[in-house]
């Protein structure tokens, strides 16, 4: 079985641009959320997709984007890059087929914005 | 809304010490999942402990358990023998499933340091 991945570990982007992270859902799951947690803070919740669907969404703007794939892999997608999208971005997976929702966590990646 | 609240922003203990943190919630909700993750300072986030809140028996998994009270809406977590390797982020996160969307909220954390 294997674990949660994202890419890349860390990045460099300048106010403006675009980025796109990956993740692949750790076996046997079919649920991807992301989450943004800055420094010091709690990770807050982006949306989630299910069956290539977005299934949720927080509190972010449209520039957050997402995409699934039929493996059930994920990337989220950030236009116009602010100050403030610098973070540790972290991808999560769990099964809409085991009720507790429990969530599995990659390793995250670091996102700083110049 | 949901939330979660964590009052402890840094906690210590003593190796091989046990220690308590706090987590206390709000929610109208009656059927709902509480979980504790831990993130190491390799900050890979960990499950640590579950408690679905309809089962009024205490969650345990090895040195950790939590004292769920739900009419105080309090899921505290008690770290028992601790270990060096316990030094991390915890994390205290509220779900509910609704409408086929797993929705999550997360305390902002407390940072426990073991000391040898």
Known sequence: ETGVTQSPTHLIKTRGQQVTLRCSSQSGHNTVSWYQQALGQGPQFIFQYYREEENGRGNFPPRFSGLQFPNYSSELNVNALELDDSALYLCASSSQGIPDGAQYFGPGTRLLVL | AQTVTQSQPEMSVQ??????????????????????????????????????????????????????????????????????????????????????????????????????
């Open chain 2, 15 to 116: 190796e091989a010490e046990t220690v308590t943190l706090s987590c206390t919630y709000d929610t109208s909700e009656n059927n709902y999942y509480l979980f504790w993750y831990k993130q190491p300072p390799s900050r890979q986030m960990i499950l640590v402990i579950r408690q679905e809140a309809y089962k009024q028996q205490n969650a345990t998994e090895n040195r950790f358990s939590v004292n769920f009270q739900k009419a105080a809406k309090s899921f505290s977590l008690k770290i028992s023998d601790s270990q060096l390797g316990d030094t991390a982020m915890y994390f205290c996160a509220f779900m509910k499933f609704f409408s086929g969307t797993y929705k999550y909220i997360f305390g902002t954390g407390t940072r426990l340091k073991v000391l040898a």
